[in-house]
């Protein structure tokens, strides 16, 4: 299946700034596709250059098979949903809805009733004749919506869409964002610097530091199998130890992890490629396991225990985070345990016991 | 006492000596005296039946109003581009070249008026209306530029991004978007121009024809001690006129503001 | 990328557009403000003929405006009423625009600046001709002073003289310092001058270690905003100045309308402008080396 957007080598310099490094990616026609990094990192940048909003200094963009050197702005197929949702103050919500359908073919009646079908679409069944300037902040980025898609672009864009919302408004618009796409059906990709929201809504994402893209790939095998460092401690919560790595045998590297001995890693649990020297592993949270009295360590027999003290509590509700410091070990690890019924939480100062699955632990070279 | 009173007492006192002059107007326009003094005399609307059959003061009220209308729409003009060029856009020069543009806000008026006399001398010109607006539009549209810049800086960019986004080119986006939204700056622009050349003197007295403008027959009347009274009447209707032409202004300038959502800095700098 | 690519970038790029449209406003003010200023500066170095003008260039008229007793009189005495006014002005402002600023609730303050600014956007010569009835020979002080009994006979020092110039111009530039002032004043921190009460500075200490200095960016605009418009003043020294009044502005209006000698009028110009910039270039020099405050 061919992509709907192919990015080749593209650079953007602001002067001497060099905003984007050499981007060559392709994005799949109706997938929900995320740019996620941290500010500055030339996600925005990119989004624009996409748009139209922004020329590259080097390097194409195809958009549907078709080069868009050149191609201003308002002759892309498209379209955009800005972070300050750009609603015209001076119209009503249909005449924003209806806005870009002005050199339209179509007969006024056939024109008013898709706004109506799109305001029904985002929500806003009714809303036709409030002015757009009495607006609630998730009204207006749901009249965007409408106004954007109403136009059945190839792409949708979206710039931060949420980060003027509050955290409730912000989750409930998460879940409808993707619902909306699968239900429309057409290629959205979005900019964030939010990582919960990323994993929540994409299909792909892509993580960008410094106008490069650090790694791109479907938000289970991010989370799962960051290539390096720094995409791991963009995502999520990690703990890192420092290793030493051997040469790969057969399909398995054996690493000295501080404090944890030796330990037989899989290749693929190696996404940055292995090296023999000094490295690091990572491990997430959940990975490890407070062991109460008597429980033995996971089924499988790959299971291994290690003992510490309890260093800190932070009692979250669903969820306990322990900071523990293993017999061995200087830096606490940060472990995660759901609250379930009847499980104990472990006060400071406990000793404790930890379960840990070596298959668990990502090698960083 | 509560703190600020003293402040507060100072400034109510050096309005009063600001408005002061302005308020002898009205008092002396309605007194029957051709002795512009203390005591009083009786009312009389004398002087103003009187400005009603002055010929010349028809002229010049009409050369006056010609020029301001012209002014005002030619310094908007200047001054929308002006302002666009100076919110959205960097180009190499810029802070010179807005930086001459709005140099007659420091310049004495005699300074600019001399030099486009010798000038348009100079090459041939004729003196008429025409030269007075040239004048006038030089000096109104610093003004006009300041007015209209807060204008612009208070339009969300994305707004017409967003326009282009959904297909309109540059031209239908100005019309669409920005100039319904800059549109109480415009109109603020125009009227405080309108002023500004209406009342007018040195500029005028330099470069004006045979018709003279109002302020420069104000000016030709005022060594005359009978006319005196009639002058302080044409004065009232003058300041009258400026003040709500003020009012007016402001109001629109408020209002834009409500309109885009921006945010109150107190006036017009 | 080929030339035409290039040639379309640039056309659509930043700076283009900014140049194409900053070029009307840009060439109005270049034909009629550099070129008429340029065409001062050429006239001051020609010579006046009896009905034309001579091309042979001199510095005569220069050597005139300089040397002769009378416009280096005129020249000195605008200068002082220059100087009076903006001190005066800009002294009594001050306070005006503190109170507006620190006293006023935020609601309030467009109102009060807009009062304060009806004045200015009166006629300015009505309002300078009022100042003659005011202080005339039977004008309005005289004539209140007199039937209160305050004074026997009318009082002749406040008109037709420098006084009166300097009171009407100080009155027409009241809110050109105020609303410098006002601007500096409000881009000051509040929470600086609770941290330095926190310090424990008294009140009047605050606002002279803290307060002054950072509103006189604000307070050297007011000064050069008085001082330059007002030192070309034509209208005040010519109704209410009478002969000791003039100034430079009466002078050169003299050699242009009434005695048609456009170098010599240049020439004073062209030295008023030249005195009037060298002197708010020292003001601005002396204002960075002993005040030190950065922007």
Request: with cysteine; aromatic share 10%; glycine share 8%.
């Amino acid at each position: 299946m061919k992509p709907i957007i192919e990015l080749r080598d593209v650079h953007k310099y602001y002067g001497e700034y060099h905003a984007l490094r050499g981007i060559s990616t392709d994005i799949r026609a109706g997938e929900f596709f995320s740019l996620l990094g941290p500010s500055g990192c030339g996600k925005t940048t990119l989004l624009r250059t996409i748009a139209g909003f922004e020329d590259v200094s080097q390097g194409t963009i195809h958009i549907d098979g078709n080069l868009m050197e050149g191609v201003p702005a308002n002759r892309r197929p498209t379209n955009m949903v800005f972070q300050s949702y750009a609603i015209f103050p001076h119209l009503t919500v249909s005449e924003n809805v209806g806005f870009g359908l002005r050199r339209d073919p179509r007969s006024k009646a056939e024109k008013a009733r898709a706004v109506d079908e799109a305001l029904e679409m985002v929500g806003l069944a009714g809303f036709g004749a409030r002015a757009a300037h009495a607006l609630s902040g998730g009204q207006r980025q749901r009249v965007a919506l409408a106004r954007a898609l109403i136009l059945k672009p190839k792409v949708l864009l979206l710039d931060e869409p949420l980060s003027a919302l509050d955290k409730k408004l912000r989750e409930q618009m998460q879940h409808e964002l993707r619902h909306l796409q699968r239900h429309v059906g057409i290629t959205f990709i979005l900019v964030t610097h939010d990582q919960e929201e990323a994993l929540i809504m994409s299909d792909r994402i892509a993580v960008m530091f410094e106008g490069g893209i650090a790694q791109l790939a479907p938000p289970q095998e991010l989370y799962r199998r960051p290539v390096d460092r720094q995409v791991a401690e963009f995502i999520g919560v990690m703990n890192f130890l420092p290793a030493t790595v051997s040469a790969p045998q057969g399909g398995e590297i054996a690493c000295d992890v501080a404090g944890l001995g030796r330990v037989m890693i899989d290749a693929e649990q190696c996404p940055g490629g292995a090296r023999p020297g000094e490295g690091s592993v990572g491990f997430r949270p959940e990975t490890l396991t407070m062991l109460y009295e008597g429980e033995a360590a996971g089924e499988g027999g790959r299971g291994r225990v290690a003992e510490g003290m309890v260093a800190e509590v932070n009692y979250l509700g669903d969820m306990t985070y322990y900071a523990i410091r293993l017999d061995g070990i200087e830096r606490p690890l940060t472990i995660s345990m759901r609250n379930v019924v009847g499980r104990k939480v472990f006060e400071e100062g406990e000793r404790a016991r930890v379960a840990w699955d070596p298959g668990a632990l990502v090698l960083f070279c | 006492m509560k703190e600020g009173t003293g402040f507060r007492i100072y400034a109510i006192i050096y309005l009063v000596f600001l408005y002061a002059p302005i308020f002898l107007l009205p008092l002396f326009a309605f007194n029957d005296s051709t002795i512009i003094a203390f005591p009083l005399s009786g009312f009389t609307t004398n002087w103003f039946s009187e400005l009603m059959t002055i010929p010349a003061l028809h002229g010049a009220v009409q050369t006056s109003l010609i020029i301001a209308v012209s002014t005002s729409i030619l310094a908007t003009c200047l001054g929308t581009f002006a302002a666009r060029a100076a919110t959205r856009y960097d180009f190499p020069g810029k802070a010179p070249i807005m930086g001459f543009i709005m140099l007659p806000l420091v310049l004495p008026e005699i300074i600019v008026a001399v030099s486009l006399l010798v000038v348009l001398l100079g090459i041939g010109i004729q003196l008429s209306a025409w030269t007075v607006i040239l004048g006038h539009v030089l000096i109104c549209t610093p003004f006009a530029i300041a007015i209209l810049n807060s204008a612009f800086q208070s339009l969300d960019r994305s707004l017409e991004e967003a326009a282009r986004d959904l297909g309109e080119n540059r031209w239908a986006t100005f019309w669409l978007v920005t100039f319904p939204l800059i549109m109480p700056g415009i109109i603020s622009s125009l009227l405080i121009s309108f002023t500004i050349s209406l009342d007018e003197f040195i500029i005028a007295f330099f470069l004006t024809g045979t018709d003279p403008t109002l302020p420069v027959y104000i000016w030709s009347q005022l060594r005359f001690p009978t006319k005196l009274p009639s002058i302080m009447a044409l004065g009232t209707i003058l300041v009258a006129l400026s003040i709500t032409l003020l009012m007016i202004a402001e109001y629109f300038r408020r209002k834009g503001i409500q309109r885009t959502g921006g945010k109150e800095t107190g006036g017009f700098l | 990328m080929d030339a035409r690519t290039r040639w379309g970038r640039f056309l659509r790029s930043e700076a283009a557009s900014g140049l194409i449209l900053i070029s009307p406003t840009a060439f109005y003010a270049l034909l009629l403000l550099a070129v008429p200023l340029g065409a001062i500066l050429v006239y001051s170095v020609l010579t006046d003929g009896y009905l034309e003008i001579i091309w042979a260039p001199t510095f005569a008229n220069y050597i005139e405006a300089f040397g002769d007793e009378l416009y280096r009189q005129v020249m000195f005495r605008s200068l002082f009423v220059s100087a009076t006014v903006t001190l005066v002005t800009v002294l009594l402002a001050y306070p005006v625009a503190y109170y507006v600023s620190f006293h006023v609730a935020p609601q309030r303050k467009s109102l009060w600046l807009f009062l304060i600014t009806i004045p200015f956007w009166t006629s300015y010569l009505i309002r300078v001709f009022l100042w003659k009835v005011i202080l005339g020979f039977n004008g309005v002080v005289n004539t209140s002073l007199l039937t209160l009994g305050i004074i026997d006979e009318p009082l002749t020092f406040i008109l037709y003289n420098v006084n009166a110039v300097v009171i009407t111009l100080a009155h027409a530039y009241a809110p050109f310092a105020i609303l410098p002032i006002f601007v500096a004043l409000e881009k000051i921190d509040r929470p600086l001058l609770e941290a330095a009460q926190d310090l424990g500075e008294s009140k009047l200490l605050a606002f002279w270690r803290v307060t002054l200095p950072l509103s006189m960016p604000g307070v050297v605009a007011a000064v050069l905003i008085v001082f330059i418009p007002t030192i070309g003043d034509y209208v005040t020294p010519q109704l209410v100045g009478g002969p000791e009044g003039r100034m430079i502005a009466n002078v050169i209006q003299l050699q242009y309308l009434r005695l048609d000698n456009y170098p010599l009028g240049s020439a004073l110009a062209a030295s008023a402008m030249l005195i009037v910039t060298a002197v708010s270039l020292v003001f601005l020099y002396l204002n960075r080396r002993f005040l030190r405050v950065r922007q």
